[in-house]
């Protein structure tokens, strides 16, 4: 059963860099079948897609986040990361990553998710 | 960009019911549709994709219909568990986006 699993510092203030890294276990994320992402929700709102990678290396980003956010993948450690810079209160959300697949694009597997507050 | 819109925004409706919810693309989308419950504090569930088909686990009295700009999720017969937030979200292009959600509350 493959799962995700965000890690992230905690808060973060105003001006700096959000930093999470997910974490894939129970299968390999190197596969042409899927991409890999992240997708964030403020409190009490709707949902946001950030951005997906391939294990290639390929990235798609949401235009309105684009020139603040890099997302990587490292296959060898199973693990992927989202950097979002320049941080506002507007970034406070709870983080998920997500596997979707690369034919419908439907979001088959998501982390638990983590809060990142803005706050100085 | 791509914008979703559901409707009804919440929903009051006892066990047993069988309720729909509306998706509307403001562009066609073909069948590049997803749907999602979610629970308070909990990451949304994946339910159907490809805007009719049920995804493995989800109960048969889940279905989706609908192809171009209009979509709907039908709950055939209302359970206590699917008591939840449910979002449609279109996958034809990116950036992706998601409807502003459902609220599905007990009357």
């Known amino acids: 059963q493959l799962h995700l699993q965000e890690l992230g510092p905690g808060p973060v203030k105003p001006s700096e860099t959000l930093s999470l890294i997910c974490t894939v276990s129970?299968?390999?994320?190197?596969?042409?079948?899927?991409?890999w992402g992240w997708i964030r929700q403020p409190p009490g709102k709707g949902l946001e897609w950030i951005g997906s990678?391939?294990?290639?290396?390929?990235?798609d980003y949401n235009p309105s986040l684009k020139s603040r956010v890099t997302i990587s993948v490292e296959t060898s450690k199973t693990q992927f990361s989202l950097k979002l810079s320049s941080v506002t209160a507007a970034d406070t959300a709870v983080y998920y990553c997500?596997?979707?697949?690369?034919?419908?694009?439907?979001?088959?597997?998501w982390g638990q998710g983590t809060l990142v507050t803005v706050s100085s | 960009d791509i914008q979703m819109t559901q409707s009804p925004s919440s929903l009051s409706a006892s066990e047993g019911d069988r309720v729909t919810i509306t998706c509307r693309a403001s562009?066609?989308?073909?069948?590049?549709l997803n749907w999602y419950q979610q629970k308070p504090g909990k990451a949304p569930k994946f339910l159907i994709f490809?805007?009719?088909s049920l995804q493995s686990g989800v109960p048969s009295r889940f279905s989706g219909s609908g192809s171009g700009t209009d979509f709907t999720l039908t709950i055939s017969s209302l359970q206590p568990e699917d008591f939840a937030t449910y979002f449609c979200?279109?996958?034809?292009?990116?950036?992706?986006?998601f409807g502003q959600g459902t609220k599905l509350e007990i009357k």
């Open positions: 997500t596997r979707h697949g690369a034919a419908y694009g439907g979001i088959d597997y």
């Open positions: 129970g299968g390999s994320i190197s596969t042409s079948s899927y991409y």
């Open positions: 990678i391939y294990y290639s290396g390929n990235t």
């Open positions: 562009q066609s989308i073909s069948n590049y």
């Open positions: 490809a805007a009719s």
């Open positions: 979200q279109q996958s034809y292009s990116t950036p992706y986006s």
